[in-house]
């Protein structure tokens, strides 16, 4: 089988193929800073539990956990697919390892996609959680999305690391733009050296000697 939306989308169609939509459960998922709101239904829909808040802790994601299985208790169930709106980095603790049920369906939802399915349904100006947790649950029965692939423990900290180091080059380069920017303004037309006393590790060089138009001496 070839799936119009490509091998990604072909991945997920299988998990679902010829299964009763009623035995699929779509646990969409918006996650906060401090807290996340969550709601459960099958794949026909029918709401099994209303959107609720946990926090983004590890109780937070126990009560999760208790929710969706008392949510789903006394049916047949034989997929759980989790849908979480990759907002920056506020999703990460989410996806880590061991954190969510091994037999849980991790998928990632771009918030592009989210805003695209909040205009498809005449909600493009509307955002609020309780909206967006609708469109993440419309793309999981849809089969839309990526299968998030869970690191191990030391990957996902050096993944931390690295998107940490990421930000403060960001604010570093951003910063020294801003002070050359007004040592422009403040002294216009002065010619900065390149030659630079200060190690190269502290990001910037101030001019060793500035000089003014026309302040070279003529032979």
Request: hydrophobic share 45%; net charge positive; with cysteine.
């Given at each position: 089988?070839?799936?119009?939306?490509?091998?990604?989308?072909?991945q997920?169609?299988?998990?679902?193929?010829?299964?009763?939509?009623a035995?699929?459960?779509a646990?969409?998922?918006?996650a906060?800073?401090?807290?996340?709101?969550?709601?459960?239904?099958d794949?026909?829909g029918?709401?099994?539990?209303r959107?609720?808040e946990f926090?983004?802790?590890?109780?937070?994601?126990r009560?999760?956990?208790?929710?969706?299985?008392?949510?789903?208790?006394?049916?047949?169930?034989?997929?759980?697919r989790?849908?979480v709106?990759?907002a920056?980095?506020?999703?990460?603790?989410?996806?880590?390892?061991?954190?969510?049920?091994?037999?849980?369906?991790?998928i990632q939802?771009?918030?592009a996609?989210v805003?695209?399915?909040?205009q498809?349904?005449?909600?493009?100006?509307?955002?609020?959680d309780a909206?967006?947790?609708?469109?993440?649950?419309?793309?999981?029965r849809?089969?839309?999305?990526?299968?998030?692939?869970v690191?191990a423990s030391?990957l996902?900290?050096?993944?931390?690391?690295?998107?940490?180091?990421?930000?403060?080059?960001?604010?570093?380069?951003?910063?020294?733009?801003?002070?050359?920017?007004?040592?422009?303004?403040?002294?216009?037309g002065?010619a900065?050296?390149?030659?630079c006393?200060?190690p190269?590790s502290?990001?910037?060089?101030w001019?060793?000697?500035p000089?003014?138009?026309?302040s070279?001496?003529?032979?």
């Amino acid at each position: 089988m070839v799936h119009v939306d490509g091998a990604q989308a072909q991945q997920l169609a299988q998990a679902t193929r010829g299964v009763d939509p009623a035995e699929l459960v779509a646990v969409p998922i918006d996650a906060g800073k401090h807290a996340a709101m969550a709601l459960v239904c099958d794949f026909t829909g029918e709401l099994l539990a209303r959107p609720f808040e946990f926090p983004m802790t590890l109780a937070g994601v126990r009560l999760l956990v208790d929710r969706v299985q008392l949510a789903t208790s006394g049916r047949a169930v034989r997929l759980v697919r989790v849908g979480v709106e990759a907002a920056g980095h506020y999703h990460q603790p989410l996806v880590t390892t061991g954190v969510l049920p091994e037999d849980w369906q991790l998928i990632q939802i771009s918030p592009a996609q989210v805003a695209a399915q909040r205009q498809l349904t005449g909600r493009r100006r509307l955002k609020t959680d309780a909206l967006d947790l609708v469109a993440i649950s419309d793309l999981l029965r849809a089969g839309h999305g990526a299968s998030h692939r869970v690191l191990a423990s030391a990957l996902g900290e050096l993944a931390g690391w690295v998107a940490h180091r990421e930000r403060r080059v960001t604010a570093r380069t951003a910063l020294k733009n801003q002070l050359l920017g007004q040592v422009d303004r403040a002294f216009p037309g002065v010619a900065v050296s390149r030659a630079c006393s200060a190690p190269r590790s502290a990001g910037w060089c101030w001019p060793s000697s500035p000089t003014r138009p026309g302040s070279a001496r003529s032979g």
